[in-house]
Nanobody, 114 residues
Framework: QVHLVESGGGLVQAGGSLRLSCAAP????????MGWFRQPPGKLRELVAG???????SYRDSVKGRFAISRDNARNTVYLEMNSLKPEDTGVYYC????????WGQGTQVTVSS
């Protein structure tokens, strides 16, 4: 079982910023898409943003213009820059990486206070 290592979550006031990072093992090759899901309290997990190996990004509507996803293929790492955070962005954020199968991070808590 391959686990991705996440960092960067925390508590921030509304309007603030956070940057999440997620690293896949250096031994993992042929990574295609990478990205982030989140699970708000009491709700189902939802896709936040994804990015292809070539750098094409997509976002859920509610975060467009506020979040930016990027990746460093040499480091097998994906980032999520989150700006103008809102209380509804609160949740556990999970990264993923697709190679032969999808691999997940352990989750990092993001809490936005009003």
């Amino acid at each position: 079982q391959v686990h991705l290592v996440e960092s960067g979550g925390g508590l921030v006031q509304a309007g603030g910023s956070l940057r999440l990072s997620c690293a896949a093992p250096a031994t993992m090759s042929s990574i295609r898409a990478m990205g982030w899901f989140r699970q708000p309290p009491g709700k189902l997990r939802e896709l936040v943003a994804g990015i292809s190996s070539g750098g094409s990004a997509s976002y859920r509507d509610s975060v467009k213009g506020r979040f930016a996803i990027s990746r460093d293929n040499a480091r097998n790492t994906v980032y999520l820059e989150m700006n103008s955070l809102k209380p509804e962005d609160t949740g556990v954020y999970y990264c993923y990486a697709d190679s032969a199968r999808r691999h997940w991070g352990q989750g990092t808590q993001v809490t936005v206070s009003s």
